[in-house]
């Protein structure tokens, strides 16, 4: 959860391949990061366009990837939160991936 800082979208893809070359073989790689889309901070400088994070993945094995919106359980502040967390929209859109170097 930290890629969305990165100063531009060429610096957060050299970080998740950094990320990437200093995986061990066999090694767990776990990424999170916000998406494209969507109202953020400005201080979000790198956002994952759709698919994009499963693409850098292509070649490892993968044992979980998702691009959904996180639940932020405890920021419910009035009932019009409730339909958002129930249609799991409640928070920011995020990509996420799990994966083994082969």
Known sequence: MVV??????????KAVR???SWTKPG??????GYMSGQKLSKDYSFLFEPKE???LYRGWEVYW?????????GRIYNFIDIPKLILGKRGFKAARIIARKI
């Open 4 to 13: 969305h800082f990165m100063n531009d979208h060429k610096s957060g893809i």
């Open 18 to 20: 950094d990320i990437q």
């Open 27 to 32: 090694g767990l790689s776990l990424i999170t």
């Open 53 to 55: 994070l499963t693409n």
């Open 65 to 73: 990837n998702q691009e959904s919106y996180r639940l932020a359980i």
